[in-house]
């Protein structure tokens, strides 16, 4: 079975400043797909952005980017220029490539708080 | 197009009742997922159907029940309450094929047993 971890319950960061978060994940496939997702105080789940495991180049959307480490199964989250919006808990999530199936397994999330 | 929408938002039961909480996905989508997420356990995942049939259940009781109709709106069903079932209950959609198969998540149904 797979498994994610997020090691870092809690961070902080200044507005504008960038923070990085952790996330690393246990599995004996090759093949698989790689999300992050942020959960605001109002709990809709939202896609920040995603990695397929074959693809070696880092995935980015806008001022967030991925450091994929296939080798090290270390997937961790950077966000640039941070802003007040951007506090909310952060998820990351495995999901295997299967047959079709969706489901998703989630690592115990990082709080992000962002301060001015 | 309209979000992925459950009903009810907030839910109060007490120990050994029943509730069905339902989910209607994005208009297209033919995959719903369920999600319990509390403060001990985080995020697990409790089943998938995908046109109308149970494609992957996770590692919850027989009490916890799931039903997918044919216009893709599903509802899952949690009998003979208790009160570690607390919980936020996400639903997921998504297209439940092709390469990315993107989820796409509800607010979710705040579910308390007293």
């Known amino acids: 079975a797979q498994t994610v971890t997020q090691s870092q319950p809690e961070m902080s960061v200044q507005e504008a400043e960038t923070v990085t978060l952790s996330c690393t994940y246990d599995t004996s496939e090759s093949d698989y797909y790689l999300f992050w997702y942020k959960q605001p105080p109002s709990r809709q789940m939202i896609l920040v952005i995603r990695q397929e495991a074959y693809k070696q180049q880092n995935a980015t959307e806008n001022r967030f980017s991925v450091n994929f480490q296939k080798a090290a199964k270390s997937f961790s989250l950077k966000i640039s220029d941070s802003q007040l919006g951007d506090a909310a808990m952060y998820f990351c999530?495995?999901?295997?490539?299967?047959?079709?199936?969706?489901?998703?397994?989630f690592g115990t999330g990082t709080r992000l708080q962002v301060t001015l | 197009k309209a979000g992925v929408t459950q009903t009810p938002r907030y839910l109060i039961k007490t120990r050994g009742q029943q509730v069905t909480l339902s989910c209607s996905p994005i208009s297209g989508h033919r995959s719903v997922s369920w999600y319990q997420q509390t403060p001990g356990q985080g995020l697990q995942f409790l089943f998938e159907?995908?046109?109308?049939?149970?494609?992957n259940k996770g590692n919850f009781p027989g009490r916890f029940s799931g039903r997918q109709f044919s216009n893709s709106r599903s509802e899952m069903n949690v009998s003979t309450l208790e009160l570690g079932d607390s919980a936020l209950y996400l639903c997921?959609?998504?297209?439940?094929?092709?390469?990315?198969?993107?989820?796409?998540f509800g607010p979710g149904t705040r579910l308390t047993v007293l």
């Open positions: 159907y995908f046109s109308e049939t149970q494609r």
């Open positions: 997921a959609s998504s297209t439940g094929q092709g390469f990315y198969n993107e989820q796409f």
């Open positions: 999530a495995y999901r295997s490539p299967t047959g079709t199936a969706s489901k998703l397994t």
